[in-house]
Nanobody, 122 residues
């Protein structure tokens, strides 16, 4: 089994910063990609940022220059550093990791974290 556990969410004032993280544990051979989606009130879920196994990153336009996705040396934890937060960034942030669990697997499976709420309000 694989588990993803998100942490670090909370309340922050507009203009503030927050870092959320998502750690994977369990039977893992390799992690192909990691990323974050978010879903705000009354909005559709959108991809915020992603990082590949060779550390290429992509961001949705609304967060470019403000958010940074990264991962730890063990490459099982993904982070999202969020700076200059705006009220419209408020959402539940969902991490995902595309994981190969056995040496016989040819395709990764996507696993999701439980959702990390971020509130931006004064």
């Amino acid at each position: 089994q694989v588990q993803l556990v998100g942490s670090g969410g909370g309340l922050v004032q507009p203009g503030g910063s927050l870092r959320i993280s998502c750690a994977a544990s369990g039977s893992i051979v390799s992690i192909i990609a990691m990323g974050w989606y978010r879903q705000g009130p009354g909005k559709v879920r959108e991809l915020v940022a992603c990082i590949s196994s060779d550390d290429r990153t992509n961001y949705t336009n609304s967060v470019k220059g403000r958010f940074t996705i990264s991962r730890d040396n063990a490459k099982t934890t993904v982070y999202l550093q969020m700076n200059s937060l705006k009220p419209e960034d408020a959402a539940v942030y969902y991490c995902y990791q595309d994981i190969i669990r056995t040496i016989h697997s040819t395709q990764p499976s996507r696993y999701w974290g439980q959702g990390t709420p971020v509130t931006v309000s004064s």
